[in-house]
């Protein structure tokens, strides 16, 4: 199974700053088929990102995806206090469906 | 609105038995595969189950394969779980979640649900 490693595990951060969330793949992820997804406390996850770097319906533009093969990233660029929460990555190429450990993005 | 409505979660015993239900509205329920995600008390997500949008494919983690049965009713838009012999570490809250299409089971999780609480204790 594709194992993906997520760092940091907490980045804390100030509003208007620019947060770097990594995802490393142990095998290469082919079609970019990468997604990232933003949980708050108290709610079911929610996609951000798909094929490494497609915004989903809705997302604000400071939210971005990149990356391919096994090192992708999603960016914030200007953090806002609504984005305190945990991000994850899941990779979707092959069975089985596998997610990161998280990241946990606080905002001072 | 697409939705998804969890029930069916509770309090289970070891080796006991729980049905979780999923009601789909708002998409054309029968057009896209369902996967099942669980998450347990502060970790991560973990796959659990998936199924085809005929309901004929259907997929499992291995830790809860030979346990845990997906089905689905089209006519109903409702997604099930069987979870049987549970174990205390099926202790989580479980996710409904909708296929970005047919694909199954490594698929992108478009829609998720609220997700429905199961807690194994004796």
């Known amino acids: 199974e594709i194992v993906l490693t997520q760092s940091p595990g907490t980045l804390s951060l100030s509003p208007g700053e620019r947060a770097t969330l990594s995802c490393r793949a142990s095998q290469i992820v082919s079609y970019n088929y990468l997604g990232w997804y933003q949980q708050k406390p108290g709610q079911a996850p929610r996609l951000l990102v798909y094929?490494?770097?497609l915004r989903a319906t809705g997302i604000p533009d400071r939210f971005s995806g990149s990356g391919s093969g096994t090192d992708f990233t999603l960016t914030i660029s200007r953090l806002e206090p609504e984005d305190s929460a945990v991000y994850y990555c899941q990779q979707y190429d092959r069975s089985p469906l596998t997610f990161g450990g998280g990241t946990k993005v606080e905002i001072k | 609105e697409v939705q998804l409505l969890e029930s069916g979660g509770g309090l289970g015993e070891p080796g006991g038995s729980l049905r979780l239900s999923c009601a789909a509205s708002g998409f054309t329920f029968s057009n896209y595969a369902m996967t099942w995600v669980r998450q347990a008390p502060g970790k991560a997500l973990e796959w659990v189950s998936g199924i085809g949008n005929s309901g004929g494919d259907t997929y499992y983690a291995d830790s809860v394969k030979g346990r845990f049965t997906i089905s689905r009713d089209n006519s109903k838009n409702t997604l099930y779980l069987q979870v049987n012999s549970l174990r205390v570490e099926d202790t989580a809250i479980y996710y409904c979640t909708r296929g970005a299409g047919v694909r199954v089971p490594a698929a992108l999780l478009e829609v998720w649900g609220q997700g429905t609480l199961v807690t194994v204790s004796s």
């Open positions: 094929g490494a770097s």
